[in-house]
């Protein structure tokens, strides 16, 4: 069967990229572990090649300041988000709000939404 994924992540570039992070902010491996409260032993996987966990490479991303999404490498022009899509990502991530009041914002936004799209002015 074909590869048919769009796009890859280049763990090997975001390594790289996290290197020099460290390298510049006079850090070690155990204190960058640390710091993004991972295992040490993520770390030297990485190093080995392996890709990270999800959850280790948000802690990571968020530690370095690195965008995942300069390490995406797909050859097919990369589709804008969805609006609905935009605004659900920003309401789970207002601090402002619990789970459940984003929830229930994202639902009456995306009825809205879907009653609202097609009318002409």
């Given at each position: 069967?074909?590869?048919?994924?769009?796009?890859?992540?280049?763990?090997?570039?975001?390594?790289?990229?996290?290197?020099?992070?460290?390298?510049?902010?006079?850090?070690?491996?155990?204190?960058?572990?640390?710091?993004?409260?991972?295992?040490?032993?993520?770390?030297?996987?990485?190093?080995?090649?392996?890709?990270?966990?999800?959850?280790?490479?948000?802690?990571?991303?968020?530690?370095?300041?690195?965008?995942?999404?300069?390490?995406?490498?797909?050859?097919?022009?990369?589709?804008?988000?969805?609006?609905?899509?935009?605004?659900?990502?920003?309401?789970r991530g207002d601090k402002?709000?619990?789970?459940?009041?984003?929830?229930?914002?994202?639902?009456?936004?995306?009825?809205a939404y879907d009653r609202?799209?097609?009318?002409?002015?």
């Amino acid at each position: 069967m074909a590869d048919t994924k769009l796009g890859t992540f280049d763990a090997d570039a975001f390594y790289a990229a996290l290197d020099s992070t460290r390298q510049a902010r006079k850090k070690n491996w155990k204190e960058v572990a640390a710091g993004a409260g991972i295992s040490a032993s993520t770390l030297t996987r990485m190093a080995q090649g392996k890709r990270p966990d999800v959850d280790s490479l948000a802690a990571l991303a968020a530690w370095s300041g690195l965008n995942t999404d300069d390490f995406v490498r797909t050859s097919h022009k990369r589709k804008a988000p969805e609006a609905l899509a935009l605004i659900s990502t920003h309401l789970r991530g207002d601090k402002n709000l619990s789970a459940e009041s984003a929830a229930a914002l994202n639902e009456i936004i995306r009825v809205a939404y879907d009653r609202l799209k097609n009318e002409k002015k």
